[in-house]
């Protein structure tokens, strides 16, 4: 699999079946998927509506265990959710209403005992500058736009300094032009610091943007269908096609195999 | 057809207008005054006021139905001279035992609710029980169990508190999203700090709703059972206050004694619950 060899990698998802029940229905969301994410990767996890990419990423958030195989991060298996991985979730109502845009990010600081007082506040006001917000800092999120409670989600997450950030889907309930400019910012923002990002989307031009690696996942239960490299410049191969287009053909491949079975 | 599209030619401006004057206008005296929601509201009790002098006059019959005037005056010789304000301390008092009692009583049964299923089995099923039960309903059982006193009237005073808070603090804490919950289990938040910071401000809309209800319910349960059996609680309360005058047929003082149950009413949900939910779920955009 990816990866430079010889180092460990730094989360290791190994074979992870993943269930969860329905009323009805005992689901299964993910079969046997492998992957393994370096330090300072941008892996994106890519797929159809229905690939488990979003129970994968809570997963490995800590929030379900895989019913066969093992997650784990720099080495130990993932056994609840904690502060070393820091989720960016699509909703808006990820912030804290009743806190201020400081005060969410140094409420993420001193619940999870990374720093306290004074220190929780500088920490918390160097990230906010970075995502440009130090206007906003004494702001309810409620008078913010959905493009600037992301960028508090993002600072918050950030400031945390986590192992990796996990990102569910992030700007997908944003207009098209603040996603666009949100998908630039968060690159601006890796160049800073180089944090690995492990990032679930549905969209493949984000997928090709965002991401140096890209996990397509199959649908109905997700399985691994290819892994592949982007620079973020949608380059063409040796048989010069381009990357969304031999993502659109594998995903699409998908797509007529399980029609035809339908017929 | 396809001509008539093409002929269209296409125009950039170099210049925007600006002879529009201005964007924002301040808004005319008169239109200011009335956004101010008090002196609409003052505006109306005073035509109430008028209405009630007018046909009380007319009536001519100070022993059914007193004019606004003489209630006004009874009002103020029962605050000077007849202990009205005692009597309404009594009340509050016996009220706030009750009040907080029951408070105390929904938080343990919300506790248990949200930690086990039985719990909120045990939850549902006494509220859907006893809710449904008028507090003042259990006066008499309460008598026998707790003598003439202070006692019974905080029994029954609980019993219309307890459900009506615990029944709106449960159902706030189910609507609470799953993003905020799996927001405050990844900053390591469990058990009693999960609870005191996610659960409790993310339900607190509900919570302040249920407080709101409680209050009312308490209030109205108290002075009913005052008038029942006031003077069980020794010097007596307001309603028992009504029910002394109403039987020396001092009708403007029975007004006035009315009227001191809806001020403090008014007093309350004004005062304090609008105060609590200005720096709160209003400051916060959880509530408009």
């Known amino acids: 699999m990816g990866g430079t060899p010889g180092s460990a990698p730094l989360l290791d998802v190994r074979g992870v079946t993943l269930q969860y029940k329905t009323r009805d229905h005992l689901v299964t969301a993910t079969y046997r998927v492998d992957f393994e994410v370096q330090r300072s990767d941008r892996f994106v996890l890519l797929g159809p509506s229905g690939c488990g990419k979003s129970t994968l990423l809570k997963a490995v958030g800590g929030y379900l265990s895989p019913v066969e195989g093992s997650i784990s991060l720099k080495g130990r298996p993932i056994a609840r959710p904690g502060p070393d991985r820091v989720m960016v979730f699509q909703e808006f109502d990820q912030l804290l209403p009743w806190k201020t845009v400081r005060q969410n990010v140094v409420f993420a600081l001193e619940s999870s005992g990374r720093l306290r007082g004074r220190e929780a506040a500088d920490k918390a006001m160097q990230y906010i500058e970075k995502v440009k917000l130090q206007k906003f800092a004494d702001s309810y999120p409620h008078t913010l736009s959905g493009g600037m409670k992301q960028r508090v989600a993002l600072a918050r997450g950030m400031a945390m300094e986590p192992d990796i950030l996990l990102m569910d889907e992030p700007f997908a309930a944003l207009d098209a032009l603040t996603r666009r400019k949100m998908q630039e910012e968060l690159l601006q923002l890796w160049e800073g610091t180089r944090f690995t990002v492990l990032f679930v989307t549905h969209s493949i031009p984000e997928a090709l943007l965002i991401g140096n690696r890209i996990l397509l996942l199959s649908p109905h239960p997700g399985r691994v269908k290819a892994e592949l490299n982007s620079d973020g410049g949608d380059a063409p191969d040796a048989q010069g096609r381009k990357l969304s287009e031999r993502i659109h053909a594998l995903l699409f491949a998908d797509q007529i195999e399980e029609e035809a079975a339908h017929v | ?288």
Request: positive net charge; hydrophobic residues 50%; glycine residues 10%.
């Open chain 2, 1 to 288: 057809m396809s001509d008539a599209r093409e002929q269209r030619p296409e125009f950039v401006r170099k210049s925007l207008e600006t002879a529009f004057g201005v964007v924002e206008k301040p808004l005319t005296p008169w239109e200011r005054l009335y956004n101010i929601g008090a002196l609409r509201k003052s505006v109306l009790l005073v035509a109430l006021a008028a209405i009630w002098q007018l046909y009380a006059q007319q009536l001519d019959n100070p022993l059914l139905f007193p004019t606004f005037g003489a209630t006004l005056q009874a009002l103020w010789e029962g605050i000077v001279s007849g202990g009205l304000l005692g009597k309404a301390w009594t009340s509050i008092k016996v009220l706030l035992m009750g009040y907080g009692a029951g408070l105390a009583i929904a938080a343990v049964l919300t506790a248990a609710a949200i930690t086990s299923r039985v719990g909120t089995d045990l939850l549902e099923t006494l509220t859907s029980m006893f809710n449904p039960l008028p507090a003042i309903a259990l006066l008499p059982l309460a008598l026998i169990w707790f003598g003439l006193g202070n006692g019974s009237i905080v029994f029954v005073l609980i019993h219309s508190v307890l459900w009506a808070v615990a029944l709106n603090t449960h159902s706030g804490f189910l609507a609470v999203s799953s993003t905020l919950r799996m927001v405050g289990r990844n900053y390591g938040l469990t058990g009693l700090s999960y609870v005191a910071k996610i659960l409790i401000p993310a339900a607190f809309p509900s919570i302040l709703s249920g407080l709101k209800i409680g209050w009312a319910f308490a209030w109205r349960t108290l002075i009913a059972a005052e008038l029942v059996f006031g003077v069980s609680s020794g010097s007596g309360g307001l309603g028992w206050y009504i029910y002394e005058n109403k039987n020396e047929l001092e009708i403007p003082s029975v007004f006035a004694g009315l009227f001191t149950v809806i001020l403090v009413g008014l007093a309350v949900e004004n005062l304090v619950f609008r105060n609590i939910e200005l720096r709160t779920v209003r400051r916060w955009g959880m509530q408009h």
